[in-house]
């Protein structure tokens, strides 16, 4: 799984593992941000949350175009240098005003701009490793094993981002419930109603500072609503750490990957001859082939990324708050790691070539089940959750199920049978399909969210919902993702790496800003009939990626 692959693609994921392990924090829980600290309804805050995951994307097709001209590795540094003025100004607490609002929104760009400098270059340098006819035949995999170090830094992300919370609710004498903020914000602004009025004053009861009980309910909402918003704001900050963190990878590995910090400018003036010429002809073939595999996949990243909106919604409104029995699994993140881990080593005890690995690997796996069944036997019988740690179970799964999916398609390949990146991306979008029927079956029978008025369902599902959901759309992003990037830095021409790599990421701007459309309608239709569009999308773009493979392979054939 590992052998054979150069240096660099090690150094380059571990770089991207740190900088995606600060992303991930700030998003799992920047939507519950907007709505506990300003008050906002899902369609506001759908709208900003969605235009900054657009521009996230988008702005890599910039820092594509850019890096063609001045190189990859200037634009990868002062990427990281713009993100982290950013992430240190989304962390500091402002008032819930106008000028915070401004603050906050100055941030995120700085954020977009630094991420779009950063994200689609590096991931050329990890493809111009394998431009070298000894490591070409590895592509597909490095890429996949790419990815899963990007997924170990997110599958840390919201349990980070829940322990600093609750550590900084805790201090303050609170806990955290998921109602609160909604009801508190509808108290303050004089709209609530005698129910709800009456369901926050049985809330602030069970808070565990003895000070808290005596307060008015005006004081206890804005005293939970700034602390709880502050707790968020530190959050933030861990984004900070984690890019020092890439940055010290980046220069102190610097010399596994240097030879492939050129674009197509500089290898000609350096006299390259490995550069590969393509005729006008070609270059317009393989242009129009990528732009209709990133046609495609806007549909899947806007069905993909409702983690962080609309799945968390149903996370904390239509889900129960705590889980039993082995479920529990999932929600402890050192037990997900030992498994993560255990994986690997179950696949070296088969795939060493000496005796004494097979049996160290064996032993290793061995020690890594007994530790995530300690840790499960340590646990309460009913441990209470949050919503934002479901979305610990996607990167989790990539990290587990990565060596699965590259023995598989190894398998088929040594056959002769393995399906080409724009046939994987057609059947992802068909089992993008599916996690979104599980969806529909757990939102029938449920009351609408505008029923809801800002509470939570009074008869909420189980949270094997939204774990097997995770777990179909992470087959989904398997067969999609890991591939697309590869086919990307495969088939684009060489003196537009940057831009169409950028442009890849384009497709998934658009994809996320359409990830919107649920929180417009969320409050305006039932519950079933948001995941069923979301499905309904995924089948008909599987539909049209199949009816376009015979033009895309003929203009991408070597």
């Not at 602030?204 to 005006?218: K, N, V």
């Not at 255990?342 to 890594?368: D, N």
Request: proline content about 5%.
């Amino acid at each position: 799984m590992f052998k054979g692959h150069p240096k660099g693609l090690y150094a380059l994921a571990l770089a991207n593992t740190g900088e995606r392990f600060g992303y991930y924090t700030m998003l799992a829980i920047f939507m519950l941000f907007l709505q506990a600290k300003f008050g906002w309804e899902q369609a506001a805050a759908s709208q900003l949350y969605s235009i900054f995951l657009a521009l996230v994307y988008f702005m890599p097709v910039v820092g594509g175009w850019l890096a063609d001209k001045i190189g990859y590795g200037k634009c990868v540094v002062t990427g990281i240098c713009v993100m982290f003025i950013g992430y240190l100004a989304l962390s500091i607490p402002t008032a819930a005003n106008g000028l915070g609002v401004a603050l906050m929104i100055g941030a995120l760009l700085l954020i977009s701009v630094g991420t779009g400098l950063f994200k689609g270059n590096l991931q050329v340098l990890v493809g111009n490793l394998y431009d070298d006819p000894k490591y070409s035949a590895k592509r597909d995999s490095a890429f996949s094993l790419f990815y899963m170090a990007i997924n170990i830094g997110a599958m840390f992300a919201p349990s980070a981002a829940t322990a600093i919370t609750n550590r900084a609710l805790s201090g303050a004498g609170l806990i955290y419930k998921a109602d609160i903020p909604a009801l508190a914000h509808q108290f303050l602004d004089g709209t609530i109603s005698a129910d709800n009025a009456a369901k926050l004053v049985e809330l602030q009861g069970q808070m565990p500072g003895a000070e808290i009980a005596a307060m008015d309910p005006a004081a206890f909402s804005s005293f939970y609503i700034e602390h709880l918003s502050s707790a968020y704001n530190m959050g933030f900050a861990v984004a900070c750490v984690s890019l020092i963190l890439s940055i010290a990878i980046y220069f102190g590995c610097r010399s596994w990957f240097k030879h492939v910090d050129v674009n197509a400018k500089q290898a000609a003036a350096q006299g390259n001859t490995h550069v590969v010429e393509l005729t006008p002809k070609q270059t317009r073939e393989r242009v129009v082939a990528l732009i209709m595999v990133f046609a495609v996949v806007i549909f899947f990243w806007m069905a993909f990324h409702q983690n962080g909106q609309s799945l968390t919604w149903f996370a904390r409104d239509y889900t129960q708050s705590t889980v039993a029995g082995w479920p529990k699994l999932g929600f402890n993140i050192w037990i997900l790691a030992l498994l993560a881990a255990s994986i690997y080593t179950l696949f070296g005890a088969f795939q060493s070539e000496r005796t004494q690995s097979k049996l160290i690997c064996g032993l290793v796996t061995l020690a890594l089940w007994a530790g995530a069944f300690a840790l499960y036997q340590g646990m309460p019988a009913v441990l209470d959750i949050q919503p934002q740690l479901f979305q610990q179970f996607n990167p989790f799964y990539v990290v587990f199920l990565t060596p699965i999916s590259m023995a598989i398609f190894s398998a088929l390949a040594k056959k002769g049978k393995e399906p080409s990146a724009p046939v994987k991306i057609g059947l992802g979008m068909f089992v993008a399909a599916l996690g979104y029927l599980i969806m529909i079956m757990g939102s029938l029978g449920q009351p609408s969210p505008a029923a809801l008025q800002g509470t939570v369902s009074p008869d909420p599902v189980v949270p094997m919902y939204l774990i097997s959901t995770y777990l179909v759309l992470t087959f989904a992003e398997l067969l999609l993702s890991p591939m697309g990037i590869s086919f990307v830095s495969k088939v684009a021409p060489p003196k537009l790496k940057g831009l169409m790599m950028g442009l890849w990421f384009a497709s998934t701007a658009v994809g996320n800003y359409l990830s919107s459309i649920p929180g417009l309608l969320w409050m305006n239709v039932p519950l079933w009939a948001n995941w069923a569009i979301l499905m309904a999308l995924c089948v008909i773009a599987g539909g049209i990626m199949f009816a376009m493979l015979k033009r895309i392979n003929a203009a991408t054939a070597e």
